[in-house]
T-cell receptor
Framework: LAKTTQPISMDSYEGQEVNITCSHN???????ITWYQQFPSQGPRFIIQ???TKVTNEVASLFIPADRKSSTLSLPRVSLSDTAVYYC????????????FGDGTTLTVKP | GAVVSQHPSRVICKSGTSVKIECRSL??????MFWYRQFPKKSLMLMAT?????????EQGVEKDKFLINHASLTLSTLTVTSAHPEDSSFYIC?????????????FGPGTRLTVL
């Protein structure tokens, strides 16, 4: 399973764009990159998933360079409610494909 | 999106007792479910992969006789913590993949807080 490395913590202010980068140097050919958000005492919540280039949905964008050894989650115009831990997972996109969680990034959004 | 539920949401028990935690996929079928545990301020640690109709696959260092997993149907997996001790106190989270979602991402349950006195 690919190991991921993220910054331990980040601070931002309301209305700013936040970019969180994840390193995954040993990503395998069949691995996808998925980002989750977790609030205290809750299960992780899916944010976005991608394989290469750029993916955008209603809450975030995911940028993946050609070598796929890293990825960047971009959160536009964060609010206080975006304060949470963000996890980058790398693993196969099959039903039985398991992924391991890294340490995650604690994002604190300030007023 | 797909929903995964867990029951109970929190449980307090005495040392030596066994505790069962249920994980259900509410609107999709899951041949595979995953069980994680999470200590305060720490990341999720994968404990085992639960396979419908067959034995679970445990991660290295996880005692299979301590953490019994049963996946009796396509929508239900149970984790039983046997002879629980205070060091088993943790936040237990299950997940399942919905193959019909397009992303095939994992959907996580809300978690179960276990406190062993």
């Amino acid at each position: 399973l690919a190991k991921t490395t993220q910054p331990i913590s980040m601070d931002s202010y309301e209305g700013q764009e936040v970019n969180i980068t994840c390193s995954h140097n040993n990503i395998a050919t069949n691995d996808y990159i998925t980002w989750y958000q977790q609030f205290p005492s809750q299960g992780p919540r899916f944010i976005i998933q991608g394989y290469k280039t750029k993916v955008t949905n209603e809450v975030a964008s995911l940028f993946i360079p050609a070598d796929r050894k890293s990825s960047t989650l971009s959160l536009p115009r964060v609010s206080l409610s975006d304060t949470a831990v963000y996890y980058c997972l790398v693993g196969p996109n099959t039903n039985a494909g398991k992924s391991t969680f890294g340490d995650g990034t604690t994002l604190t959004v300030k007023p | 999106g797909a929903v995964v539920s867990q029951h109970p949401s929190r449980v307090i028990c005495k040392s030596g007792t066994s505790v069962k935690i249920e994980c259900r996929s509410l609107d999709f079928q899951a041949t595979t479910m995953f069980w994680y545990r999470q200590f305060p301020k720490k990341s999720l640690m994968l404990m085992a992969t639960s396979n419908e109709g067959s034995k679970a696959t445990y991660e290295q260092g996880v005692e299979k006789d301590k953490f019994l997993i049963n996946h009796a149907s396509l929508t239900l997996s149970t984790l039983t913590v046997t002879s629980a001790h205070p060091e088993d106190s943790s936040f237990y989270i299950c997940s399942a993949r919905d193959g019909g979602s397009g992303y095939n991402e994992q959907f996580f349950g809300p978690g179960t807080r276990l406190t062993v006195l």
